[in-house]
């Protein structure tokens, strides 16, 4: 049975950082990819980021290059996302995926989900 869980999210002000974690168990992705996603209430579910499995490539969406990072810890088979210069729009439930397969910034390409960590930024 594969799992992520999602850690890290919470109530924040305009500005502020917080880093989320994705742990996977029941199988290793040490060799593939992983990816971030978020949603908000009545919107489809939008890239934020993702990696490859040797940690050496990673892509972001436009609304977070430069202020969010994405990484991975291969030998704990953890993905991390540090969320910097938070602004309210931030504001989402965030979710981890893994083993695409198909075109990575759709949500449907993605086979396996945690469950969701909620980030709010307050203004």
């Known amino acids: 049975q594969v799992q992520l869980v999602e850690s890290g999210g919470g109530l924040v002000q305009a500005g502020g950082s917080l880093r989320l974690s994705c742990a996977a168990s029941?199988?290793?992705?040490?060799?593939?990819?992983m990816a971030w996603f978020r949603q908000v209430p009545g919107k489809e579910r939008e890239f934020v980021a993702t990696?490859?499995?040797?940690?050496?490539?990673?892509r972001y969406a436009d609304s977070v290059k430069g202020r969010f990072t994405i990484s991975t810890d291969n030998a704990k088979n953890t993905v991390f996302l540090q969320l910097n210069s938070l602004k309210p729009e931030d504001t989402a439930v965030y979710y981890c995926?893994?083993?695409?397969?198909?075109?990575?910034?759709?949500?449907?390409?993605?086979?396996?989900w945690g469950q969701g960590t909620q980030v709010t930024v307050s203004s």
């Open positions: 990696i490859s499995g040797s940690g050496g490539s990673t």
């Open positions: 029941g199988r290793t992705f040490g060799s593939a990819p």
């Open positions: 995926a893994a083993q695409p397969n198909g075109l990575y910034w759709l949500y449907r390409s993605w086979d396996y």
